[in-house]
């Protein structure tokens, strides 16, 4: 008698295991450009915050370093001065397990980055507050969306490469 709990269904693919190893700033920088320039008073932010995400294959195996990179810029909405500017880049060792081949990527720069995103953000509030401004609450981050653009950007650079040299 066979297993009667299969019922003739494929045997489920292995479930995806994913592991921090380790987490930690691999760079930063934090400049207070108003308390530098002496100037004071209450002023509107414009914070712009751009993202770049990074993952690279470890030497062991299963194990990937995944890095994410912020840099916010915050300027005065009134003047266009600028106040801070904090560069942050933020890594973790990863131990991807079961996930196919042509799903790793996506998975590392998306999954990953999900992970590390809510120390990122208290990070960036410590350092803001400690560096004599209001403490700035990171908007929530898609990384799928992220993702999907960085797909789009790729194939229309390699389109609009000339296809020959005359």
Request: net charge negative; with cysteine.
């Amino acid at each position: 008698m066979g297993d009667a709990n299969t019922n003739g269904a494929p045997e489920a693919a292995p479930q995806v295991k994913m592991n921090v190893l380790a987490q930690f700033i691999r760079d930063m920088s934090f400049e207070n450009i108003l308390a530098q320039k002496g100037a004071q008073g209450d002023t509107q932010p414009d914070v712009q915050v751009q993202v770049n995400l990074d993952a690279r294959k470890r030497a062991p195996e299963n194990q990937y370093e995944v890095v994410m990179k912020l840099k916010i810029d915050s300027k005065a909405k009134e003047t266009g001065d600028q106040l801070f500017l904090l560069e942050i880049e933020y890594a973790g060792v990863f131990v991807v397990e079961n996930v196919p081949e042509e799903q790793i990527h996506p998975f590392l720069l998306i999954e990953c980055p999900r992970m590390l995103f809510p120390f990122v953000r208290r990070i960036v509030a410590d350092v803001t507050r400690d560096g004599g401004f209001p403490p700035l609450n990171l908007e929530t981050i898609d990384f799928l969306a992220l993702y999907r653009a960085e797909l789009q950007r790729r194939a229309a650079a390699s389109q609009a490469e000339p296809q020959g040299t005359a």
